[in-house]
């Protein structure tokens, strides 16, 4: 019986090293740990993804202050707003006016005062460097060091695209260099009056950028007096030539495009400390209205903010005809 069992143990470890060594069964268990290998990297992606999306949004100082906790009558997403006609200097709507926050991106149209008002070449070419890399939100940028393009072409760029390398570059390049620069952001900023306006740096990623909805009203209506940041703030899109590429870049701001909206000058902005902001002048329901929004949540409600505004005006607040 010892012996039976003991060949039945030899007869059955035989079939089973056949089997396993047979083709048919290599290039099943091949196939079978290929679909291992891809379910695992499957589900380690999805718990990646999971881990990202469950990571809390930093709160922006707006929502620290406690700004969004209000509510108004057009249910506006921004915890500041600031609609006034320029003409009249009637405030039509206002919702934390005097709150100064950070301004992000709006900066550069500050930036882009500057570099207008310094008489500098706009044909002067400017090399991106390594200077211009942004080292404090390390935000991308198609601009190398070592690309070349003119004052004017960076001055388009930092306006209609919010290029952060670009509006670097403009200060960095200013006569004196980059504190001059500041100094003279700073300096423009109380010969209009903007007293809660404080700028660190060109480009509008510092949280120390700061100032208020009005301030920034008196900004936008001063700037929309310059045709050249009218005309590049507003541009749709543009192309410059670097080395053997063509790049292309759009507005920031999808308003500019859109037929129902008569748009003179705008600037959007984003950090998280800012939240999504966005000043406008625009011709609504026969006013020339200047309207700032700052600290909205949400990627698009700067934009639902402003059409609920330009709505409610068009219905509520048409310019009055004068009697005949």
Known sequence: MKILRISMIFAATALSLAVFSSPAFARQHMAAGKKTVVKATVSRK???????AEVPARPSFGQIAGLHGGSDELSLKSSVAYVIDQDTQE???????NAILPIASITKLMTGLVIRESNLSLDEPITITNEDVDMEKGS??????????TRGELLHLALMSSENRAAHALGRTYPQGLSAFIQQMNAKAKQLGMSDTNYAEPTGLSSKNQSSAKDLATLVAYAANDAMLRELTTSGGTAVEVGNHTLKYRSTNRLVTNPQWNIDLQKTGYISEAGQCLVMQAKIAGRKLVMVFLDSAGKLSRIADAERVRRWVELRHPAQQPQT
């Open 91 to 97: 405030v039509l709507f206002s919702k934390n006016d």
């Open 140 to 149: 991308s940028s198609r601009l190398r060091p070592g690309t070349t393009l």
């Open 46 to 52: 999805k718990i990646k993804l999971r881990a990202r």
